[in-house]
């Protein structure tokens, strides 16, 4: 009969009552509790996670911590002499055939067999309940950072699809806060197909299509809130548009950088990307322009888009003529002092936007080849007249008609409010100064784009854009009853020979003459009645 032991004589460690390692056993002994029941820790979601899931975690975890972590990181989770006793288990000499013993699948001094010592479990648990009780997936990354960091110091390749061992598996969320630990050391492309900047628990996967649904050059709204610029005003990078398109089709996608320059149909390089994808990253709200990148990609992969700019591309980049010079030539005579000498412009506008596409992109007959014309035609986008811009977007409409393309001329998708309400980005809002109020700041004849920004406390960047997409009428007094008619004689056609409203009832309707209202008909050839010349009475 074997000798009885007395356990009085047994050593014992004294732990905290409110100290961490007995709040790890307080945690274990709940859960245990209800072992079917979710743990609904916050790191989790709102449905919480399986017991065996957080279990697993808190091994991966565990395991982490006895191999890379130094006595000072432990401190904070034991009194001194449980971490003595943990060190002691640590510098342990491994028998042959233990389950501790390093193999060759991982070089982890301790292995995923739980430890040998009730106080390096204990520490190891109460190491990993720290990270896996944080608040959010941000939280958690940013309390295990210290162990990422010890792993890297070690010599231990990390990657950024996963810090732990290969083949271990752990929970979709523990997962990304582990690699949002790493977000800083990350090769910025890795950040954004990882979507750490998001805290996405999903990994990359293959997103090509969503090439269709993406401009060349990114959605002007969304280039002027996303460039850093410089002090000057100048962007930080040249082709930014382009270079944010590519970037928004690498967000949570595992296409190479030069297969995402194709399918966007730009001409930039992989360098240039990389590049100013680095230039993002040190930037101050660079985080921020990132995320939103991300917000935008996950938004087209869920609503699609109303435009397909692939099948644009692949039907107007060859076409070298958009509307006939004639006819833009004659509306710039009658709104216009002095015309301009050609209408190429007015096709790169066009072409512009049609495809989504900058104009150096077009065909050569129109493409702006050197920087003064691509200038120029930056300047004729903020000069258009209202009376330009509708004739310009009536064209647009006929050629996507002519195709039977049942899409809007041009769109930009529009994220909630709450998604960018804690961001803070490069650009202005461009939405914070409306049509009406960039109107009334507009002087009458012509102006300085810098003089109106300062009138509007905003930048120059921000202008350019509200006058490109809200047209002013600056002309000179003799032209503004023109530009008045060039403006309103389609509707006015509409309604005589649609609605059948009298040449009296459309003058009376807008406020102006009847006669204005006859000759401008005359001059777009509508079916008006001819009149017939009064005889003298017979007698």
């Not at 972590?69 to 904070?76: Q, S």
């Not at 003089?451 to 350019?464: E, F, G, P, S, Y």
Request: aromatic share 6%; proline share 9%; hydrophobic share 40%.
């Amino acid at each position: 009969m074997p000798a009885q032991i007395d356990h009085t004589d047994v050593p014992v460690t004294a732990i905290l009552a409110d100290g961490a390692l007995a709040e790890a056993q307080r945690l274990i002994d709940t859960a245990l509790t209800a072992p079917g029941r979710p743990v609904r820790w916050p790191l989790y979601g709102p449905d919480g996670a399986p017991l065996n899931v957080v279990l697993r975690d808190a091994k991966s975890l565990g395991v982490l911590a006895l191999n890379h972590a130094t006595p000072g990181d432990l401190g904070p989770l034991a009194p001194p002499d449980v971490v003595d006793r943990v060190e002691r288990y640590r510098a342990d000499p491994l028998p042959t055939g233990s389950p501790r013993a390093p193999d060759a699948r991982h070089g982890d001094l301790h292995s995923y067999a739980a430890p040998g010592d009730a106080a390096a479990t204990a520490v190891a648990v109460s190491a990993a309940f720290r990270i896996l009780r944080a608040e959010n997936i941000r939280s958690a990354a940013r309390a295990a950072q210290w162990l990422t960091d010890r792993m890297a110091a070690s010599g231990k390749p990390l990657y950024p699809g996963s810090v732990v061992a290969p083949g271990v598996a752990i929970s979709p969320a523990l997962e990304a806060a582990l690699r949002c630990s790493r977000e800083t050391k990350l090769m910025p492309v890795a950040r954004l197909r990882h979507r750490t900047d998001a805290d996405s628990t999903r990994p990359p996967a293959n997103h090509d299509a969503r090439a269709r649904l993406l401009p060349a050059g990114l959605w002007p709204e969304w280039t002027l809130r996303l460039t850093p610029r410089h002090a000057s005003g100048r962007p930080a990078a040249q082709r930014a548009d382009e270079l944010l398109a590519v970037a928004c089709l690498l967000a949570g996608n595992t296409t190479p950088i030069r297969a995402a320059v194709r399918l966007t149909g730009t001409t930039v390089s992989s360098h240039n990307v990389s590049t100013f994808l680095a230039t993002l990253t040190r930037h101050p709200h660079g985080a921020d322009v990132l995320r939103t990148l991300i917000l935008l990609a996950d938004h087209l992969d869920t609503h699609g888009a109303p435009i397909d700019y692939a099948r644009r591309r692949a039907m107007f980049t060859t076409r070298s003529r958009f509307i006939d010079p004639l006819v833009w030539l004659e509306l710039q005579r009658r709104l216009r002092s002095n015309p301009g000498a050609h209408a190429v412009h007015a096709q790169r506008w066009l072409f512009h936007t049609l495809t989504g596409s900058p104009p150096h992109l077009a065909h050569p007959d129109i493409a702006p080849a050197t920087h003064a014309q691509r200038q120029h035609y930056q300047r004729f986008r903020w000069r258009i007249l209202p009376a330009e811009a509708e004739l310009l977007t009536r064209t647009a409409k006929a050629l996507l008609d002519e195709y039977g393309i049942d899409e809007p001329v041009r769109w930009a998708p529009q994220l909630p409010a709450h998604e960018l309400s804690d961001l803070v980005l490069p650009g202005p809002d461009p939405d914070s100064i409306t049509a009406d109020r960039l109107h009334q700041a507009v002087p009458g004849g012509d102006f300085s784009v810098s003089q109106l920004a300062r009138a509007l406390d905003t930048t120059t960047a921000h202008v350019t854009y509200l006058l490109s997409q809200h047209p002013v009428d600056w002309s000179p007094p003799r032209f503004h009853r023109t530009q008045h008619t060039a403006t309103r004689v389609g509707q006015w056609r509409t309604w005589y020979e649609v609605d059948q409203l009298s040449l009296q009832a459309i003058a009376d309707r807008d406020g102006i003459s009847l006669a204005a209202v006859r000759l401008a008909l005359l001059k777009v050839d509508a079916a008006l009645p001819r009149r017939v010349p009064s005889r003298p009475p017979t007698m």
